[in-house]
């Protein structure tokens, strides 16, 4: 029984021939298949593709953040040990080695960190619970 339900989906397949000799397979009518486009993806629903798409946004603003704290990471890095340490620089140690400090950067960013606690949702019990269902 089984040979046979093999037998018939092959002969259900037909070969199609051109005139240039070349020759392709032709799905039986009525053969259902997941349509896949050129790249070999299925198609997906529109559930799914908004999914997707939600998530490339969420994965392409976590990669713009990192890129964003990498170069505040590497400014502070380069300042001199007497700003990071406080205490007053020495005119004759002055290495060319270290980002001369800007006022308003350094404002800029202490601004950003005093902002984190807001960042850190009220009830993380919710917010788990409504990042889940995402």
Do not use: C
Not at 3 to 32: F, H, I
Not at 87 to 96: F, G
Not at 115 to 130: C, G, Q, T
């Amino acid at each position: 029984p089984a040979s046979t339900v093999a037998k018939d989906e092959k002969q259900a397949w037909s070969v199609a021939s051109t005139s240039k000799g070349k020759r392709r397979l032709v799905e039986p009518e009525g053969y259902e298949t997941d349509t896949i486009d050129e790249t070999g993806v299925s198609h997906l629903t529109r559930e799914e593709e908004e999914m997707v798409a939600s998530l490339t946004t969420k994965a392409n603003a976590i990669k713009m953040l990192h890129s964003r704290i990498r170069l505040l990471t590497a400014y502070l890095e380069r300042l001199p040990p007497s700003d990071v340490s406080g205490e007053q620089p020495d005119s004759e140690t002055m290495d060319t080695d270290h980002t001369i400090p800007s006022l308003p950067i350094l404002r800029q960013i202490q601004a950003l960190v005093n902002r984190f606690d807001l960042v850190i949702p009220s009830d993380e019990e919710a917010f788990n619970k409504e990042l889940l269902q995402e």
